[in-house]
């Protein structure tokens, strides 16, 4: 079991954060060899082509607002690796252009 689970309660937010592991390992995940620019693509198509991502940036820019969730668990575990780092502020920061900035750019 990840980190990140072991510390969570299942809640609405660990089930949003369930959507954000599936998209951080079917996407991100540095052992597919995949580049940063066609991670991100294919990260886009499948929020927006997804009902199953229905609501999902909303309930992403509140786990990165939030202190409670430790994004370099979520960027680095047992069934994955995006990208180690050395702290949370700087774990939020590759989140944040990982994961919100494909979709603002959506949106624009």
């Known amino acids: 079991m990840a980190e990140f689970e072991r510390r969570l309660p299942r809640t609405r937010a660990q089930m949003s954060l369930d959507r954000v592991v599936r998209a951080l390992r079917t996407c991100f995940n540095?052992?597919?060899?995949?580049?940063?620019?066609?991670?991100?693509?294919?990260?886009?198509?499948?929020?927006?082509?997804?009902?199953?991502?229905?609501?999902?940036?909303?309930?992403?820019?509140k786990a990165l607002s939030d202190p409670a969730v430790s994004w370099r668990a979520l960027l680095a575990c047992e069934d994955y690796e995006v990208q180690?780092?050395?702290?949370?502020?700087?774990?939020r920061v590759i989140a944040r252009e990982l994961l919100l900035h494909p979709l603002n750019a959506q949106d624009e």
């Open 30 to 61: 540095s052992e597919d060899g995949l580049s940063i620019d066609v991670s991100k693509r294919l990260y886009a198509q499948l929020v927006f082509s997804s009902p199953a991502f229905s609501g999902f940036k909303e309930e992403l820019e």
């Open 84 to 91: 180690m780092v050395e702290t949370e502020d700087e774990a």
